[in-house]
């Protein structure tokens, strides 16, 4: 079962197809509005106020304005109703033959320009500064000005379009601390930032630090719980580099205050996000009590870096069956988790195999009537994250 993130550039992508779903022009009735508003700054922080952060759409206007969110999902939903996206069309570059749309910024953050037009391959608008010098760099579908500070820029528009659709926004840096499914932007400082969450239980935390603007150089990240007054490291330093389909680092974590520590270049930004699943401890640890693996059903478990013990699971046959065939997936941030298949009253295992990382193996054997078990067990001091188990 293939795990997904969400990162910027799947963000960046609800965006731009917000515009899609809400139709052309972009907007919303007088009514409706008010009540876009109300849905959207209910889920907004404090930067967002009185429908405030973000003007309204409006076709081939002469200003926009950047408001500005806590987080990628703020602004995402701001703008799946209508606010904040802006619509030019060619009329606008008979007035204007330099092709400029003044774009004021109110507050500091990181300035993102996502744009969208109905052409194949057409060309992007760009982002300029108060010189009307280029600003920012590219990122799918739009451009980024890491650590932008208020003032006037400018949006060039294209050459040659029908119609193109601008929504520019600021996202708030420096996240301290991160909620639940919420992507938000960090820019590289050349040192380690903090991020802190918490696990109020037993679970699955699945971790991104994607980098949003193309560089060879990684984001380097790892993951610290507190103990006392302390923070000690859980799992193994991660590199994240970037590429259109960035996945997750999932850690296996009990209960407790944890943080991100990650760095980056100061030319460099990364979404943040973590995305936790509570899993209750109903593995089996003895053989004779190993709890029933159903056929084509999934059996998912974690292991923590304070979990050790073995865990069994039984498979009954009730009649002869030529193979029985198995998957087997880890997502381990650090160490191994092996698979070892035994006959009921055999002591050679009939099928064993070692998983480490993001991996899946389909594997087979032979089978007669009767009770198999297998047994997981981790190795490596630091090992913690993900496992599953099917039977088809």
Same mark, same amino acid.
């Given at each position: 079962?293939?795990?997904?993130?969400?990162?910027?550039?799947?963000?960046?992508?609800? &965006?731009? /197809?917000?515009?899609?779903?809400? *139709?052309?022009? #972009?907007? !919303? @009735?007088?009514?409706?509005?008010? +009540? %876009?508003?109300?849905?959207?700054?209910?889920?907004?922080?404090?930067?967002?106020?009185?429908?405030?952060?973000?003007?309204?759409?409006?076709?081939?206007?002469?200003?926009?304005?950047?408001?500005?969110?806590?987080?990628?999902?703020?602004?995402?939903?701001?703008?799946?109703?209508?606010?904040?996206?802006?619509?030019?069309?060619?009329?606008?570059?008979?007035?204007?033959?330099?092709?400029? &749309?003044? /774009?004021?910024?109110?507050?500091? *953050?990181?300035? #993102?320009? !996502? @744009?969208?037009?109905?052409?194949? +391959? %057409?060309?992007?608008?760009?982002?300029?500064?108060?010189?009307?010098?280029?600003?920012?760099?590219?990122?799918?579908?739009?451009?980024?000005?890491?650590?932008?500070?208020?003032?006037?820029?400018?949006?060039?528009?294209?050459?040659?379009?029908?119609?193109?659709?601008?929504?520019?926004?600021?996202?708030?840096?420096?996240?301290?601390?991160?909620?639940?499914?919420?992507?938000?932007?960090?820019?590289?400082?050349?040192?380690?930032?903090?991020?802190?969450?918490?696990?109020?239980?037993?679970?699955?935390?699945?971790?991104?630090?994607?980098?949003?603007?193309?560089?060879?150089?990684?984001?380097?990240?790892?993951?610290?719980?507190?103990?006392?007054?302390?923070?000690?490291?859980?799992?193994?330093?991660?590199?994240?580099?970037?590429?259109?389909?960035?996945?997750?680092?999932?850690?296996?974590?009990?209960?407790?205050?944890?943080?991100?520590?990650?760095?980056?270049?100061?030319?460099?930004?990364?979404?943040?996000?973590?995305?936790?699943?509570?899993?209750?401890?109903?593995?089996?640890?003895?053989?004779?009590?190993?709890?029933?693996?159903?056929?084509?059903?999934?059996?998912?478990?974690?292991?923590?870096?304070?979990?050790?013990?073995?865990?069994?699971?039984?498979?009954?046959?009730?009649?002869?069956?030529?193979?029985?065939?198995?998957?087997?997936?880890?997502?381990?941030?650090?160490?191994?988790?092996?698979?070892?298949?035994?006959?009921?009253?055999?002591?050679?295992?009939?099928?064993?195999?070692?998983?480490?990382?993001?991996?899946?193996?389909?594997?087979?054997?032979?089978?007669?009537?009767?009770?198999?078990?297998?047994?997981?067990?981790?190795?490596?001091?630091?090992?913690?994250?993900?496992?599953?188990?099917?039977?088809?």
């Amino acid at each position: 079962m293939k795990r997904c993130s969400i990162c910027f550039t799947s963000i960046i992508l609800s &965006v731009v /197809l917000g515009a899609r779903l809400i *139709g052309f022009p #972009i907007s !919303v @009735s007088a009514g409706d509005r008010k +009540n %876009a508003a109300n849905v959207s700054i209910g889920r907004m922080g404090s930067d967002v106020r009185g429908g405030k952060g973000a003007k309204a759409s409006g076709m081939d206007k002469d200003i926009m304005e950047a408001g500005r969110f806590t987080s990628m999902n703020e602004a995402s939903m701001y703008m799946m109703y209508g606010d904040g996206m802006y619509t030019f069309t060619q009329s606008y570059l008979r007035d204007h033959s330099d092709r400029l &749309v003044e /774009l004021r910024v109110k507050e500091e *953050g990181s300035l #993102i320009l !996502v @744009s969208f037009q109905e052409e194949d +391959n %057409a060309q992007m608008p760009s982002l300029l500064d108060r010189q009307k010098r280029p600003a920012g760099q590219r990122i799918p579908d739009g451009a980024v000005k890491l650590k932008a500070e208020p003032g006037t820029y400018y949006v060039r528009l294209p050459k040659d379009f029908t119609t193109v659709f601008i929504a520019p926004f600021v996202i708030k840096d420096n996240p301290r601390k991160l909620s639940n499914e919420i992507s938000y932007i960090q820019s590289g400082q050349g040192r380690y930032t903090y991020h802190s969450f918490t696990m109020g239980k037993r679970g699955t935390a699945d971790i991104t630090a994607s980098p949003i603007v193309k560089q060879k150089t990684p984001v380097v990240f790892y993951v610290q719980r507190r103990e006392g007054r302390r923070w000690k490291n859980i799992g193994r330093q991660q590199k994240s580099y970037f590429t259109s389909d960035t996945g997750t680092v999932v850690y296996g974590l009990k209960k407790g205050t944890y943080r991100i520590a990650a760095r980056a270049g100061t030319e460099q930004g990364y979404s943040l996000c973590v995305i936790k699943t509570f899993i209750p401890a109903k593995y089996k640890t003895k053989k004779k009590k190993a709890k029933t693996l159903k056929r084509f059903r999934e059996q998912y478990d974690l292991y923590t870096v304070t979990e050790k013990a073995s865990r069994w699971y039984r498979i009954s046959v009730p009649k002869k069956r030529k193979k029985i065939f198995m998957e087997a997936e880890t997502y381990m941030n650090s160490g191994k988790i092996r698979f070892t298949v035994y006959k009921k009253g055999r002591k050679k295992p009939v099928k064993s195999l070692s998983l480490s990382g993001e991996k899946v193996k389909t594997f087979s054997f032979k089978s007669s009537k009767g009770t198999y078990y297998i047994k997981v067990m981790k190795s490596g001091k630091q090992a913690n994250g993900s496992y599953w188990l099917y039977q088809y």
